[in-house]
Every structure is written in structure tokens, then in C-alpha cells.
């Protein structure tokens, strides 16, 4: 008999998309700062990502998460929306800059902000 | 359409929702298609649909700001629904829902004058906006609003009051039954609930043009109802039909022309109707079929 383990979803962050973070966070004057990620109501298919530099330190419903040297923090509820999701970064000219890769999305609006469920 | 005048009772016909908290009208102005960010002061009333991510109907709702926050005004047998959608949005939002259709009365007066000294004046007052009014000594929301061509004044206040206020009432109009009102309101080319309001159609198809606002950005089922404004890919028109008996009920037949389906009946009471037809067959005067009865578009509702 073969038994499987499944891993907990969580979200995660690509070396790249950490790196971005930082060099924002040092733009903004805040180099010690986190990265809020979440999700709101609204956007053409109905949940709108959320990405914010923030100093206001963990709020007391986030999960946080550390990865290459940055913490995201997530409220519980945006997190049921993103579990799974790989933060990534797309540069170039072409680029898209950072992107959701969430695994929960059916369906995202024509400029990739939004998605529905 | 007929002279007509009165109040009808739409405590149950209609639900009432509260919305306060810091952030319930960013957060109505997301999930709608009007520009509720414009509401900014007491008194001000805006007239929205929400819609699908799809850009299908929800239901058409009033939104009302009061000292307190926002009253939002929803069809009768929508409130749950149009509350648990605006609850799945709320994430981190400051926003606090409650269902008081049940500790609210909501009567509206039809074809309102200035004759009625205990009405509020609401002379060049826009649609939805409103004012806090005493009706016999009760505190209530008086809401301006035109029905066809008929200017109407909803009041809104506590239930517990509510038999005062209707007395008052009863003393200078007379009490319109809802079957009496459906027809005023078919008559009117006003939309309801579970009948033009629903997932089946879309706004603009629904004559809800009044109620989009173009400009305002992103909101659920924007990009859908922008695309077909913008390359005028709507299909079918709400119209209104008259038919000589009015014994036939043809809510949910279909409409047929030249033995073709060209649309459904959505409403229909005393030989009057509304429904969705075929845009090329949308144009007044056009004769077509629904369950054997001959039928007459008589007005356009959706242009």
C-alpha cells in the first residue's frame, strides 16, 4: 500500500518577486518593511489582488510567511482566496511585473487584476 | 399610462438593508455599476445594479446614505441574496451588514402633489435622493423616485411607528393593493425582481442604462457590460406589449413571429405585459405571437 502526504497549501514567493519587494521597499524609504498580500471585493471578475509595502508590523488575524528574506502577511479571510498561490515577477519590457500564479482563480478579467472563484 | 395616485405598502414587496462601517461605500461602489463614491453627503441616494461577474442582473438597488451609514433598498425576495453577496466581498473591509426589512415599514405614495402638506417637498429633488422627514410625529426617510413619469416618495422609518404613519396616510390617499401596484408598475416599464431582475439578462438588455455609470472603473462584471455598450452587442430589448384580453396571463411564454421564438414574456397582468424580444423586432407597433394571443409592442423600454 502506498500512502501519500499532502503538503498544506500556503502562498510562497519566487526569489525574483522577493528581490522586487526589497528594492520597493528600499525605493520607498521603508528597507526594513513587509509585504501586506491579500484580496479585496471588486475588479471586473469580482476579487482584486492586494499587494502593499507596509511597517505596521502583523496585524492580529495575519498568517505570515518568510521566504528569501521577506515576510508576507495575509488576513485569514484573502487567504482562503490565495492558498497555493505562487507570487512571482515578470520583468522586461514585456513584463507584467508581479504576478499572482493562484491555483484557486477560474476565471481573471482581460488585465489580470481581478479574478473570480 | 393612467392618472394614478395613492401609497402602496412595500414592507414586504421591497428589503432594507444597513450597511455602516468606514468603508461600506468603497466597498458598495466595487460591487456596482453606478458611481456610488459620489454619495458623500446625508441625503444623497443613487440608483445601482449588482451584477454577476458574468454582467447578469442581481438585483437593482437603492443605496441611501444616512447619519449612520447606508440604507440599501433591494427587491423583496433578493435581500438574502444581495446580502450574502456583498458579505462574501467583505474581506478586511470595515463593513457591518444587517437585514432590518423586519424592524422597517416602507410605504410609497404615487403620483405625489404638493397638495399633501404632510409629505416633504422633494420639488427638484434627483431620484434617490432623500430627505429625513416627521410623519405624524415619526421619524422617517422620505426618498424621492419617479416611476414612469410619475413622481413617488418612498418613506422609510421604524416599524414600530409604522401604523401611525399609514394612518396618516389613509387620511389623504387612498391604500393601493400590490396586484393594483404591479399593474401601475408593468404599466411603467419598471423592472422587478424574479421577472426582468435576473441572471437571465443583463442590464442594458433590462433598460438599466440609467444606472451604469461608464466612466467610474472597475466593478464585478464591468468589462462584460462595458464590452457590449461599447461594440453594441446587445441582443434583446425589454419592451412593453399591450393585448386586447386580459384574461391571458403570458408571463414565461414565449414570443413567437413568423412561427420563430423571438423572446419571453416576463411580466404580464390585464392585457399588459413586458418582455425581452429580439432587438430587430424591438420597434413599436411590431405585431407578434405569445401562446396564441396577438400581441403589440407599445413602448421600448431598453434604447
Same mark, same amino acid.
Given at each position: 500500500m502506498t500512502t501519500t502526504t499532502s503538503q498544506p497549501l500556503t502562498i510562497t514567493i519566487s526569489e525574483d518577486a522577493a528581490v522586487h519587494v526589497k528594492q520597493f521597499a528600499v525605493a520607498e524609504g521603508k528597507p526594513e518593511a513587509d509585504l501586506r498580500v491579500g484580496v479585496k471585493g471588486g475588479g471586473c471578475s469580482g476579487l482584486t489582488y492586494i499587494l502593499d509595502i507596509t511597517d505596521d508590523g502583523p496585524g492580529d488575524n495575519d498568517k505570515i510567511i518568510e521566504e528569501y528574506g521577506v515576510r508576507l502577511f495575509v488576513d485569514k479571510k484573502s487567504y482562503i482566496f490565495l492558498a497555493g498561490t505562487v507570487l512571482e515577477y515578470s520583468g522586461g519590457l514585456n513584463g507584467k511585473g508581479f504576478v499572482f500564479n493562484n491555483p484557486n482563480a477560474k476565471t481573471t478579467c482581460g488585465c489580470g487584476t481581478s479574478f473570480s472563484v | 399610462m393612467n392618472k394614478f395616485s395613492g401609497y402602496v405598502d412595500l414592507g414586504t414587496h421591497k428589503g432594507r438593508l444597513s450597511l455602516i462601517g468606514s468603508d461600506a461605500l468603497d466597498l458598495l461602489d466595487r460591487l +456596482? +455599476?453606478?458611481?456610488?463614491?459620489?454619495?458623500?453627503?446625508?441625503g444623497m441616494g443613487m440608483g445601482a445594479v449588482l451584477t454577476t461577474?458574468?454582467?447578469? %442582473? %442581481?438585483d437593482l438597488l437603492g443605496i441611501h446614505v444616512e447619519e449612520k451609514g447606508l440604507m440599501v433598498v433591494t427587491s423583496g425576495n433578493a435581500t438574502e441574496k444581495v446580502s450574502d453577496w456583498i458579505d462574501f466581498y467583505t %474581506?478586511?473591509?470595515d463593513v457591518q451588514i444587517k437585514n432590518v426589512s423586519d424592524q422597517t415599514f416602507h410605504f410609497r405614495v404615487i403620483g +405625489?402633489? $404638493?397638495?399633501?402638506?404632510?409629505? $416633504? #417637498?422633494?420639488?427638484?429633488m434627483k431620484p434617490f435622493h432623500g430627505v429625513q422627514t416627521e410623519l405624524a410625529g415619526v421619524p422617517s426617510l422620505a426618498i424621492s423616485l419617479q416611476v414612469g413619469n410619475l413622481s413617488c416618495i418612498d418613506l422609510i422609518g421604524s416599524v414600530v411607528s409604522g401604523d401611525s404613519v399609514q394612518s396618516k396616510l389613509d387620511e389623504y390617499l387612498k391604500e393601493i393593493r400590490i396586484d393594483e401596484y404591479n399593474h401601475f408598475r408593468i404599466d411603467a416599464g419598471e423592472p422587478a425582481y424574479g421577472s426582468e431582475l435576473t441572471?437571465?439578462?443583463n442590464p442594458l438588455e433590462a433598460g438599466l442604462l440609467p444606472y451604469i455609470s461608464f466612466n467610474k472603473g472597475c466593478y464585478i462584471g464591468q468589462e462584460v457590460v462595458a464590452r457590449l455598450n461599447t461594440y453594441d452587442k446587445v441582443q434583446r430589448k425589454l419592451v412593453k406589449f399591450k393585448w #386586447?384580453?386580459? #384574461?391571458?396571463?403570458?408571463?414565461g411564454k414565449v414570443i413567437e413571429d413568423e412561427d420563430r421564438v423571438v423572446g419571453v414574456m416576463t411580466s404580464s397582468l390585464n392585457g399588459l405585459g413586458m418582455g425581452f424580444v429580439r432587438k430587430a423586432k424591438a420597434e413599436e407597433g411590431n405585431v407578434m405571437i405569445c401562446d396564441g394571443v396577438k400581441i403589440t409592442v407599445a413602448d421600448i423600454l431598453a434604447d
Open positions: - | +456596482t +455599476t453606478n458611481r456610488i463614491s459620489d454619495l458623500t453627503s446625508m461577474n458574468k454582467g447578469r %442582473i %442581481i %474581506i478586511m473591509e +405625489t402633489s $404638493p397638495e399633501i402638506e404632510v409629505l $416633504p #417637498d422633494t420639488t427638484g441572471e437571465e439578462f #386586447d384580453s386580459v #384574461d391571458y396571463e403570458l408571463s
